[in-house]
C-alpha cells in the first residue's frame, strides 16, 4: 500500500466551479499536511498547509484534514482557468523534512 | 533573491555517460533535496542534507550521488546513466529550523533524457 493515495484526473470543471481534490494516507503519525500546486514544467510551489486535524482556508482556497480517516481535502471556491494546473498533496511527521509526494491531480478549469 | 536555481535546463545523454546537475539556493537554508518527478507519479525523494557536509539516501539512491560542501550549494551527479534515469529532478531547500511554519522551495527542475 502506498503511503499517500491520490487520485491522477484528469479533472476537468467549467469556470466558477467548486473543486474538491482529495488524498488519503496510511501512517498515523504524519501531523502536517501540504498541498502543492505545480504548473506545466514548473517546479510545485506552496498552496496550503495544516497541523493535525481541522480546517484552514485562505481565499477561494480551503484546506481539510481528517485524521481519524486519515483523508485530506483541498477545495477550490470560484475557480479559474489559472487554477489550471497539477495539485499533490504532501505529507510528513515534520513541517517540510523528508515529505512524502502524493502522485499529484491534473486539473483543468475550463472557461 | 533567486530563490533555487538548477542547471542545466535540459539534457540529453547516451547511456552510460555522466553529468552533475547544478543546484543552489541563497536562503541561507540548511536543509536540501534531490527529487525525481516521473510522468503520472509523484516526487521520490533521492537524496537530502541537513547542512554542509551531512547527507543521506532518500528513498530511490541508486545510481546517484550528492555532496554538500557548502551550505549554498547541493550537486546532484550521475554515474554511468541509465534510460531508468530520465526524469525530472527537481532541487529544494527549507530552513530546518521553524516548528510548523518550515516549508520547501522548489526549484524549476532539470529534464533528463536518457537514450
Known amino acids: 500500500q502506498k503511503e499517500v493515495e491520490q487520485d491522477p484526473g484528469p479533472l476537468s470543471v467549467p469556470e466558477g466551479a467548486i473543486v474538491s481534490l482529495n488524498c488519503t494516507y496510511s501512517n498515523s503519525a504524519f501531523q502536517y499536511f501540504m498541498w502543492y500546486r505545480q504548473y506545466s514544467r514548473k517546479g510545485p510551489e506552496l498552496l496550503m498547509y495544516?497541523?493535525?486535524?481541522g480546517n484552514k482556508e485562505d481565499g477561494r482556497f480551503t484546506a481539510q484534514v481528517d485524521k481519524s480517516s486519515k483523508y485530506i481535502s483541498l477545495f477550490i471556491r470560484d475557480s479559474q482557468p489559472s487554477d489550471s494546473a497539477t495539485y499533490l498533496c504532501?505529507?510528513?511527521?515534520?513541517?517540510?523534512?523528508?515529505?512524502?509526494f502524493g502522485s499529484g491531480t491534473r486539473l483543468l478549469v475550463r472557461p | 533573491n533567486a530563490g533555487v536555481t538548477q542547471t542545466p535546463k535540459f539534457r540529453i545523454l547516451k547511456i552510460g555517460q555522466s553529468m552533475t546537475l547544478q543546484c543552489a539556493q541563497d536562503m541561507n537554508h540548511n536543509y536540501m533535496y534531490w527529487y525525481r518527478q516521473d510522468p503520472g507519479m509523484g516526487l521520490k525523494l533521492i537524496y537530502y542534507s541537513v547542512g554542509a557536509g551531512i547527507t543521506d539516501k532518500g528513498e530511490v539512491p541508486n545510481g546517484y550521488n550528492v555532496s554538500r560542501s557548502t551550505t549554498e550549494d547541493f550537486p546532484l551527479r550521475l554515474e554511468l546513466a541509465a534510460p531508468s534515469q530520465t526524469s525530472v529532478y527537481f532541487c529544494?531547500?527549507?530552513?530546518?529550523?521553524?516548528?510548523?511554519?518550515?516549508?520547501?522551495?522548489f526549484g524549476p527542475g532539470t529534464r533528463l533524457t536518457v537514450l
Open positions: 495544516t497541523y493535525s486535524s
Open positions: 529544494a531547500s527549507s530552513t530546518g529550523l521553524a516548528e510548523n511554519t518550515d516549508t520547501q522551495y
Open positions: 504532501a505529507v510528513g511527521v515534520d513541517s517540510s523534512y523528508k515529505l512524502i
